[in-house]
Structure formats: C-alpha cells, structure tokens
C-alpha cells in the first residue's frame, strides 16, 4: 500500500532500485565438451576465476572438477564452493 499524500490521496508506489553491481549474469562454461550455461553474480564468477588462477587452472577446468562432485544446481555449487574456499583462507590466517 502507497503512503498518503497530504491531500489524502495515495502517492504512486516507487519502483524498487536493483543493485546492477550484483545482478546475475549467465557465463558459458565447457563440460565434458558441453556447453553449458551458469548464472552468478559478477563477484562470485570474480572470485571463482581468482580461486582458478590461483591453483593453476583454468576456470572452465575447476567448473567441470565441481561439476563431477555435485548433485544438483551448478550454479549454487559454484557459490557454495567460493564460500567454503574464502572460509578455508579465512581460518588459515
């Protein structure tokens, strides 16, 4: 329900603004030659290409080896395993 103005008629709704630093983006990763698709947001495929780099790889390589470990949305994997990786280099400090 809109506020009222001091007419006591109700004032539009305003429009909600998104956060655009944030918003899920679709990166195109190979699979076990496959094509697949994954939706995250700019500072999880960041982190994630940090974590690639970091251990040698390529992103689409540390994907797949996700991938071969997970039973059900890729995508919430990939951020799943960002977050246990920033929590691990957490804990080591």
Same mark, same amino acid.
């Given at each position: 329900? *809109?506020? #009222?103005?001091?007419? *006591? ?6 429009r909600?603004q998104?956060?655009?630093? &944030? ?9 076990? &030659?496959?094509?697949? #698709?994954?939706?995250? !947001?700019? !500072? ?11 251990? *040698?790889?390529?992103v &689409?390589?540390l994907?797949?080896?996700?991938? #071969?470990?997970?039973s &059900?949305n890729?995508? #919430?994997?990939?951020?799943l ?9 957490a804990?080591?400090?």
């Amino acid at each position: 329900m *809109g506020r #009222s103005s001091q007419d *006591g008629r109700p004032e539009p709704l305003r429009r909600l603004q998104v956060n655009v630093a &944030g918003a899920v983006q679709k990166h195109s990763v190979l699979i076990e &030659g496959h094509r697949t #698709s994954v939706s995250l !947001e700019p !500072e999880f495929w960041s982190a994630l290409k940090r974590i690639a780099a970091a251990r *040698g790889k390529p992103v &689409g390589q540390l994907v797949a080896e996700i991938d #071969s470990t997970n039973s &059900g949305n890729l995508s #919430s994997a990939l951020r799943l395993f960002v977050l246990r990786d920033a929590e691990a280099r957490a804990l080591d400090r």
